[in-house]
C-alpha cells in the first residue's frame, strides 16, 4: 500500500481555449484542503502541468512523493483481436504508444501550444472512431462488447460506483469527455518526459520503484466517486457545504485567506465554480481512498488492462458486478 506526502486533485477540461481547469492539495501531516490560484483569469493545460511537474520534481528532489489525480481518460479501449481504434492503430500495444500517436495526429495544429487534443481527430485512424457531433451514429453503441467503453467503465457502471462518459463521445455539449480526454493524453505525455523516473503511471507502472528512487504518481480520476461518498451526487460550489463534505472525508477546508506559514499561492476565491469543488473533493477523496490495499488490487483489474487501458482510482470491483464496499465505507479510519 503506497505512502504518500501529498495529493494532488485536478478537474481538467479538452476546450480550446482552456477553461474548467482546477487544481486542489492536501497533506496527511494537517488534512486542510488547498485550493490553487490560476496564474492568470483561467488555467491553461501547459500551466497545470507546469505546476504540477515543478512540484513532483520537488518532491523526487527531497525523497517525497505525491499521487496526482487528473479527471480524464488515459487511453482508448482496447478490444482484444482488434487492438485500440478498431484496429487501424497496428503496432500500438500499450497507453504509451497511443498517447504518440495522439500527439503526432495532432501535431502542429490549432491549440498545439496547450496541448489540444482534437485535431487529431482529422487522422483516419483516430476520426472514425468517435462520435463527434449530430446525432448518434450508426456504428455507435454503448452496449458491453460494442468496443467504445473501457473495462473499467464498465465495471464502474455495473457495481453502482457510476456511469463514466466513454472517451468516444465529443458531441455532448455538457460532457465531451473525449476532448478530455485527448488534451490529457498528450498533456500527460509532455508531464511524464518532464519528470521522468520520478513519475509512475498507475496502473500501467507500479506506484513503487525499487532503484532507490521514490516515485510520485498519476492517476486517472472520477470525482464523482468521491462526491458521492462525502456529499451525494450535486455538484459543490459553496464552502459550507464544501466544508461539510471534507469533514466527511477527514479532512478540512483551508481558510478565505492564507494561515501564517502557508506556501505562496493558496489563498482561497470568495467563490469558487463546480470545477473547483471537484478538485477540493478529489484531493481530500485520494488521501482517504489510498490507505485501502482493495484501491492499488482492484479485482477486475488485469495486466493487460492495466497497460493498455488504465483504470480509475477507486474503482475496486469486477464485471461480476460484486463491488468492494469503496463507495459504501469509504476508508479504513476518518468520517462517516
Not at 493545460?45 to 520534481?57: I, K, N, Q, S
Amino acid at each position: 500500500m503506497p505512502v504518500f506526502d501529498e495529493y494532488i486533485g485536478i478537474d481538467w477540461t479538452g476546450a480550446l481555449p482552456a477553461r474548467g481547469i482546477a487544481i486542489a492539495w492536501v497533506r496527511p501531516d494537517d488534512g486542510v484542503v488547498r485550493l490553487v490560484p490560476s496564474p492568470g483569469r483561467h488555467w491553461t493545460r501547459r500551466a497545470a502541468m507546469d505546476w504540477v511537474g515543478d512540484r513532483l520534481l520537488a518532491h523526487h528532489q527531497m525523497g517525497t512523493r505525491a499521487l496526482v489525480g487528473i479527471d480524464c481518460g488515459f487511453a482508448l479501449p482496447y478490444v482484444p483481436g482488434a487492438g485500440y481504434l478498431d484496429g487501424r492503430a497496428a503496432g500500438v500495444d500499450d497507453l504509451f504508444a497511443l498517447w504518440d500517436l495522439v500527439d503526432t495526429a495532432a501535431g502542429t495544429g490549432p491549440g498545439a501550444d496547450d496541448f489540444c487534443g482534437t485535431p487529431a481527430l482529422a487522422d483516419p485512424r483516430l476520426g472514425p472512431s468517435f462520435w463527434v457531433a449530430g446525432r448518434r451514429p450508426p456504428h455507435w453503441t454503448d452496449a458491453e462488447g460494442g468496443g467504445k467503453r473501457r473495462r473499467v467503465e464498465l465495471v464502474a457502471a455495473r457495481t453502482g460506483v457510476g456511469t463514466p462518459v466513454s472517451v468516444f463521445n465529443l458531441a455532448s455539449a455538457s460532457k465531451q469527455v473525449g476532448k478530455a480526454s485527448l488534451a490529457g493524453m498528450r498533456s500527460l505525455r509532455y508531464l511524464k518526459g518532464r519528470v521522468g523516473e520520478g513519475l509512475a503511471v498507475w496502473p500501467a507502472q507500479a506506484p513503487l520503484v525499487t532503484d532507490g528512487g521514490a516515485a510520485s504518481v498519476v492517476t486517472e480520476i472520477y470525482p464523482t466517486l468521491f462526491r458521492r461518498r462525502a456529499h451525494g451526487l450535486a455538484k459543490i460550489r459553496d464552502w459550507s457545504a464544501m466544508a461539510v463534505a471534507l469533514a466527511r472525508l477527514g479532512c478540512g477546508l483551508a481558510g478565505r485567506e492564507a494561515d501564517e506559514g502557508s506556501h505562496a499561492g493558496t489563498v482561497a476565491p470568495p467563490a469558487f465554480d463546480d470545477h473547483a469543488g471537484d478538485a477540493m473533493i478529489a484531493a481530500a477523496g485520494m488521501m482517504r481512498w489510498a490507505v485501502r490495499d482493495d484501491v492499488w488490487a482492484p479485482k477486475g483489474l488485469d495486466t493487460a488492462t492495466a497497460r493498455r487501458e488504465g483504470w480509475i482510482f477507486g474503482v475496486t470491483g469486477d464485471m461480476s458486478g460484486d463491488a468492494e464496499a469503496v463507495l459504501r465505507d469509504g476508508a479504513a479510519g476518518g468520517g462517516t
